[in-house]
């Protein structure tokens, strides 16, 4: 799974621009994005675009790469592909409740 890993750039005020794995590949949107804003003090995260992305290409994509890999596998590789998806969750999910705090969830929510 190490390379669906995203680590977004810093931008120069100290906010990140999302990524998206399309195609295959981490990219981000054209311009500045929307800002994403803290729950609590409004502070602004990150933020995020989708101006520019390759809609057409991602239809494509899903229609001639991830249907046909999907359609090849049984139902127990999907299990355990779901399953392995699930262990790095968990294995990450201080990073995750962290950057859901922002989002207004509370510890016991958020973790």
Same mark, same amino acid.
């Given at each position: 799974m190490s390379q669906f890993i995203y680590s977004p750039p810093t931008g120069g005020d100290g906010g990140n621009k999302l990524g998206n794995y399309i195609t295959g590949k981490w990219i981000t949107g054209d311009g500045e994005g929307q800002p994403l804003c803290d729950a %609590? =003090? @409004?502070e602004i995260i990150a933020t995020a675009s989708t101006k520019g992305l390759p809609f057409n290409q991602m239809l494509e994509y899903g229609r001639? %790469? @991830? =249907?046909?890999a999907l359609r090849k596998m049984t139902f127990h590789e999907r299990g355990r592909m779901l399953k392995a998806l699930a262990v790095y969750l968990m294995e990450h999910k201080e990073k995750f409740y962290s950057i859901s705090y922002h989002?207004? !969830?509370t @510890?016991?929510? !958020? @973790?």
């Open positions: %609590v =003090n @409004g001639t %790469v @991830g =249907n046909p989002s207004g !969830a @510890g016991l929510i !958020a @973790g």
